[in-house]
């Protein structure tokens, strides 16, 4: 399964990770907000995914897979 994501703003180089989906899934579906902040340094940095307001302040790090996790060869 391979996703790309469009991005608002983003002006830096192209990165690319692979990340155990049910993860990312899971985490993001407590979010109620349409919008989430997220931060990712390089492919073996994990993604940190953001949400503020008045409400609550919530914050989900998810690690990156690598090659050999995930079967696939190099």
Do not use: C, W
């Amino acid at each position: 399964l391979e996703e790309s994501l469009e991005m608002e703003d983003y002006t830096g180089e192209s990165i690319k990770s692979r990340f155990y989906s049910p993860y990312l899934f899971n985490g993001l579906q407590v979010f109620p907000d349409q919008h989430v902040a997220f931060y990712i340094k390089n492919n073996v940095k994990p993604i940190i995914f953001d949400s503020k307001t008045d409400d609550y302040d919530m914050t989900y790090l998810v690690m990156p897979v690598s090659l050999g996790q995930t079967g696939q060869e190099q």
